[in-house]
């Protein structure tokens, strides 16, 4: 069945660095993903998608890289901020499934 | 104003007993769903709603019984909970077009005792 997964469960980055989280997928039929953002005690929040025809796409400080040779997705934060601290998830989709498929969370922690 | 709302935020309750999560939607999505968030952080979807139609049921037991009023309400109620039904449940919306969107909310922790 179709899988996402994380590289790294955890990832610690200094302040005002630039942090990157990694996900891989197995499904090569998916042709939708989105990073989601969980803070403590609240639910899934958007950061960004990439569409399967796409290899990139940025936003306010973030970036999203497909790479669907080898099936894998990252987001790029850019100078991270204390507020940047929280669980992402990378999340698939394939056209006709109507469900988003989640993988395990990194959780993000700022080192002051 | 909240897009997508939850109640009860925290639900705590014993063993056996029939509880209902109430979730409602001011975004005009047509499809609604409910995810389940364990202890380790996975989300995995329960169900989703087309317009108050069942569209997905993955495989939960049938405690979990949605039901769907109209097509900006999705509840979730659960017969006879067991200890391994401790959770956050999500509830989420989607419009379901190019934009697919979904639009999360923050959530109802269940616990079982």
């Known amino acids: 069945g179709e899988s996402v997964g994380l590289h790294l469960p955890t990832l610690s980055v200094q302040e005002g660095d630039n942090s990157i989280i990694n996900c891989a997928y197995s499904?090569?039929?998916?042709?939708?993903f989105i990073w989601y953002k969980q803070e403590s005690g609240k639910g899934p929040q958007f950061i960004i998608d990439?569409?399967?025809?796409?290899d990139k796409r940025q936003g306010q400080r973030v970036t999203v890289l497909l790479n669907k040779t080898v099936k894998h997705l990252s987001l790029q934060i850019a100078a991270t901020q204390p507020g940047d601290s929280a669980v992402y998830f990378c999340?698939?989709?394939?056209?006709?499934?109507?469900?988003?498929?989640f993988g395990t969370g990194t959780r993000l922690t700022i080192i002051p | 104003d909240t897009a997508v709302s939850q109640t009860p935020k925290y639900l705590v309750t014993q063993m056996g007993n029939d509880k209902s999560i109430k979730c409602e939607q001011n975004?005009?999505?047509?499809?609604m769903y409910w995810y389940k968030q364990d202890s380790k952080k996975f989300l995995k979807i329960m169900f989703s709603?087309?317009?108050?139609?069942?569209?997905i049921n993955e495989t939960v037991p049938n405690r979990f019984s949605p039901k769907s009023p109209d097509k900006a309400h999705l509840n979730l109620h659960i017969n006879s909970l067991e200890l391994g039904d401790s959770a956050v449940y999500f509830c989420?919306?989607?419009?379901?077009?190019?934009?697919?969107?979904?639009?999360f909310g923050s959530g109802t922790r269940l616990t079982v005792v």
């Open positions: 990439i569409r399967s025809n796409m």
């Open positions: 999340a698939e989709e394939f056209f006709g499934n109507e469900k988003l498929t």
């Open positions: 989420a919306s989607s419009p379901r077009d190019n934009n697919y969107g979904y639009t």
């Open positions: 709603y087309n317009n108050k139609e069942l569209i």
């Open positions: 975004l005009g999505h047509d499809t």
């Open positions: 499904n090569s039929a998916s042709d939708y």
